[in-house]
C-alpha cells in the first residue's frame, strides 16, 4: 500500500537570544509566538555551538502544533558553518558534551551581545560564558563523523555566502564529503546552482530577528512531521522528497 | 629567487615535496578564504595561509603555485600531505604569523633584485 504523503513547511535554521550575533527579542516565547502566527509546520533551534536554549524553546512550544527539531549550527576548525540535526534531546545534549571539550574557553569579547540562556517562560538563567562564535577544535570531516556518531544529520550552512560557507572557505565542495545535504540562501545563486542537482538542498531563514523567521522555506513532501521522514525525504526515499518551487 | 632561499632564512619546515625546492618564486599571495585565493593568486605563486584543510592542494595546484606556506603552524592533516606528495606540491610550515613572513620575504626579494 502507498503512504499518504503531505506537504509540510519547514524552516530549520533559526538563532535564539543565545548566539552572540542574534537580538535579544530571539527569546524562547517570541519565537514561538512568531512560528504560531505563521503556521510554519516544522522548525529548527540551531544557536552557534551550543545547544542550551532549545529546552526553553521546547517548553514554551508545549501543546501547539508545530514540530521541534533539535539543532546547531556548529563553527568548524576551517570557520565553515554547519548544521547539525539530532533525533532527540538527550543526543544533542550528549553532542553538546563531547562539543565543549573541543570549544576553547575564551570569554565572550564585548563587542558581541550576551548570550542569554533563558527558560520557556523567558526568564533569563543566566549568561553562556564562553565565546560560541569560536570555532571548535576539529575538521569539518571530524565534525561530520561526530554528528553521525550520535545519529545526526550534517549540513553545511548557507553555502552561498561567502563569509562562513563551505564554498567561500574552502573554495569547492569535495565528492567524498560526507554531507547528507545542503543549505542555501538563494537556489538562484550561481554557486548554489552548481550543487543543487549533487545534494538535497534545503533553503531557510537563518533568522536572526524575529521578522527573519519564515522569510525562507523549504517545502518537504512526506508522510508526516517525524525526523524519521525528514531523513527519508533527504535521501528520496520512499517518495519523500524536498519539493522545489 | 629560488623557493629554497626563502626555506632557508625563514627556517621553514619543509611538509611535503622536499624535491621541489629548486622551484621559481614569481610572487605571493597571503588568504585563508580558499575562494578568493582560486580567484586572485597567480601562478608562481608563494601562497600563505592558516588553513590545513586537504582542499589547499587541490586549490594550490590547480593555480600552479610554487609552495603553500602554512602559517601559525601547529599540525597538518595527514591526509593533506599525502595529497600532497601525489600533486608535487610543497607544503612549508613556520611558526610565525603572515605578516612577520611576508615582511621577510619582501625583503628577500628586494635583495634578489639588486643583486
Ligand atoms: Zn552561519
Ligand atoms: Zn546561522
Redesign the pocket.
Known amino acids: 500500500m502507498k503512504d499518504n504523503l503531505n506537504l509540510f513547511t519547514a524552516d530549520l535554521h533559526i538563532h535564539t537570544c543565545l548566539s552572540p550575533c542574534a537580538e535579544l527579542e530571539m527569546s524562547p516565547k517570541e519565537i514561538v509566538k512568531k512560528i504560531k502566527k505563521l503556521k510554519i509546520d516544522i522548525v529548527a533551534i540551531t544557536d552557534h555551538n551550543s545547544s542550551l536554549n532549545i529546552q526553553g524553546v521546547r517548553d514554551a512550544s508545549r501543546g501547539l502544533d508545530f514540530k521541534l527539531f533539535y539543532g546547531m549550527?556548529i563553527t568548524t576548525r576551517e570557520e565553515v558553518?554547519l548544521l547539525g540535526y539530532f533525533y532527540t534531546l538527550k543526543a544533542i545534549n550528549d553532542f553538546q558534551k563531547f562539543l565543549d571539550s573541543h570549544l576553547e574557553n575564551t570569554d565572550n569579547p564585548k563587542i558581541f551581545e550576551e548570550q542569554v540562556i533563558a527558560n520557556g517562560k523567558d526568564e533569563v538563567l543566566g549568561f553562556c560564558k564562553k565565546n560560541l562564535y569560536m570555532p571548535i577544535d576539529l575538521s569539518i570531516e571530524q565534525t561530520i563523523d561526530s554528528i553521525h556518531s550520535f545519529k545526526g544529520i550534517a549540513i553545511p550552512?548557507?553555502i552561498d555566502r561567502m563569509g562562513?560557507g563551505i564554498v567561500g572557505q574552502l573554495g569547492f565542495i569535495k565528492e567524498t564529503l560526507k554531507i547528507d545535504g545542503i543549505e542555501c540562501y538563494d537556489r538562484n545563486s550561481e554557486i548554489a546552482k552548481s550543487y543543487l542537482k549533487r545534494y538535497p538542498t534545503l533553503t531557510s531563514s537563518?533568522a536572526h530577528k524575529l521578522d527573519d523567521i519564515g522569510k525562507r522555506i523549504t517545502i518537504f513532501k512526506m508522510k508526516d512531521r517525524s525526523f524519521k521522514e525528514f531523513k527519508f525525504a533527504l535521501r528520496g526515499e520512499k517518495g519523500r522528497r524536498i519539493l522545489f518551487l | 629567487m629560488k623557493l629554497k632561499k626563502i626555506v632557508d632564512k625563514l627556517k621553514l619546515k619543509v611538509l611535503s615535496g622536499k624535491e621541489y625546492l629548486d622551484r621559481e618564486v614569481k610572487g605571493g599571495y597571503s588568504g585563508d578564504m580558499l575562494s578568493d585565493v582560486l580567484a586572485n593568486s597567480k601562478e608562481g605563486d608563494i601562497w600563505l595561509t592558516v588553513q590545513v584543510h586537504p582542499n589547499i592542494v587541490a586549490v594550490s595546484s590547480m593555480k600552479g603555485h610554487c609552495a603553500v606556506l602554512i602559517t601559525n603552524c601547529k599540525e597538518v592533516d595527514k591526509e593533506t600531505l599525502e595529497k600532497a606528495e601525489e600533486e608535487k606540491v610543497v607544503i612549508l610550515s613556520t611558526k610565525l604569523d603572515s605578516f612577520s613572513c611576508i615582511k621577510e620575504i619582501v625583503k628577500l626579494m628586494k635583495d634578489e633584485g639588486q643583486s
Open positions: 549550527e558553518h550552512a548557507h562562513f537563518d
